[in-house]
């Protein structure tokens, strides 16, 4: 390594740098799609020269300094597999990113970290229970992974940013590229806030092989998954099982049996999956100290005044484990339209509960 912190700045233009970059670019152009060789050659040579000297049979033309250029201009820098700032959660895989590219700040590698991931056509109440709990474990000094995704990844970025929090975005695409566009603004607001990092050659597009990629990423830099929303063939179901081969906590918020968003984290559960209704559950499986918790995920007596009759309290006690609609919620509590309407209006005035666009109640709190 020719960095004293181990960390390469394309910004740095002596040659030591330069050539450094050069090679380890190389190797991250030839060897990224393959980590678990690219991994055992250089823990081999301990040199990313020695390892490039393995793959004379490629043809694949590369332009180190293009690259370099690219890097420069967004301003990321570059964090080599063999460098001694990389992070322990992922060197100790098999199958490591070889070259990570990061733009924002490196200590969010290090700290403890949380995945949060979920299904992109998530609905208000996924979307809402994304960004609650991101918001409450970035407020207990938690960093935030996801994907950058549609849907609960983005929910959960924003939840941490909203918090003051850190939050940390693994791309399926170079890094000088965001996936989706519509995302820009956001990956400015994290890499500002936290970090967005990509293990791919800058100019790389989203190709769909690529995200099952980054999800071993996301899930081997946290020390616990939590599925938000999952269909039956979701990718957030990727990172899962990445994260249970790597030995990984996995934990899914339950939902309704009948709704698909919910199927593949219902399936999670019923296969072992931590149950995860609050903070605080994930919160105590890290040992993280009650002190650390944020004020809402702290364990609390019911609160007098508005909301806690007998009758919204019944119906906060439903709404604890999936949201139901008006009709739903008259049925299993045997209450009448009117008293049913005024409990919820109450509820609903006071915070604490709110309506998706599907006509579903859900807790807001």
């Known amino acids: 390594m020719h960095s004293t912190s ?11 740098t330069v050539r450094a970059l050069r090679e380890w670019l190389a190797v991250q152009w030839h060897l990224a799609l393959d980590p678990v060789a690219g991994a055992a050659s250089l823990r081999v040579t301990g040199c990313p020269r020695k390892t490039l000297a393995d793959q004379k049979g490629r043809a694949t033309p590369f332009d180190p300094d293009h690259a370099i250029r690219r890097l420069r201009a967004v ?28 733009r924002g700040d490196l200590g969010c590698l290090d700290a403890s970290m949380v995945a949060i991931v979920g299904s992109r056509a998530a609905t208000t109440y996924g979307l809402g ?6 918001g409450e474990l970035a407020s207990a000094g938690v960093v935030i992974v996801s994907g950058l995704a549609l849907g609960i990844d983005a929910a959960a970025h924003q939840g941490a940013l909203e918090a003051g929090g850190r939050t940390v975005a693994v791309l399926a695409c170079g890094p000088d590229r965001v996936y989706p566009a519509r995302h820009r603004g956001l990956a400015e607001r994290i890499a500002r806030q936290g970090a967005v990092l990509s293990e791919l050659s800058p100019g790389t597009s989203p190709l769909p092989p690529f995200f099952p990629l980054r999800n071993r990423l996301i899930s081997g830099l946290a020390a616990a998954v939590i599925v938000v929303e999952a269909r039956e063939r979701s990718g957030s179901l990727t990172t ?3 994260a249970a081969n790597q030995g990984i906590d996995v934990f899914a918020v339950p939902g309704p049996i009948t709704a698909p968003t919910s199927r593949g984290t219902n399936r999670l559960l019923r296969d ?15 040992s993280i100290p009650q002190k650390a918790w944020p004020a809402r995920a702290r364990p609390e007596a019911p609160r007098p005044g508005v909301g806690t009759a007998p009758g919204a309290a019944a119906i906060l006690s439903v709404l604890e484990h999936q949201p139901a609609t008006r009709d739903e919620l008259g049925r299993r509590l045997g209450r009448g339209p009117e008293q049913l309407a005024l409990d919820l209006l109450e509820l609903e005035l006071a915070g604490r509960v709110a309506l998706d666009r599907d006509g579903r109640w859900h807790r807001s709190e």
């Open 6 to 16: 181990g960390v390469l700045d394309p910004c740095d233009s002596r040659l030591e």
């Open 75 to 102: 301003g990321a820098r570059v964090v080599p597999l063999l460098s001694p700032v990389y992070p322990d959660r992922l060197a100790r895989l098999r199958d490591p990113a070889l070259v990570m590219s990061v």
């Open 129 to 134: 229970v994304a960004r609650r709990l991101a």
């Open 240 to 242: 899962a099982g990445h």
């Open 272 to 286: 072992g999956a931590i149950v995860v209704l609050e903070a605080a559950d994930v919160l105590s499986e890290l």
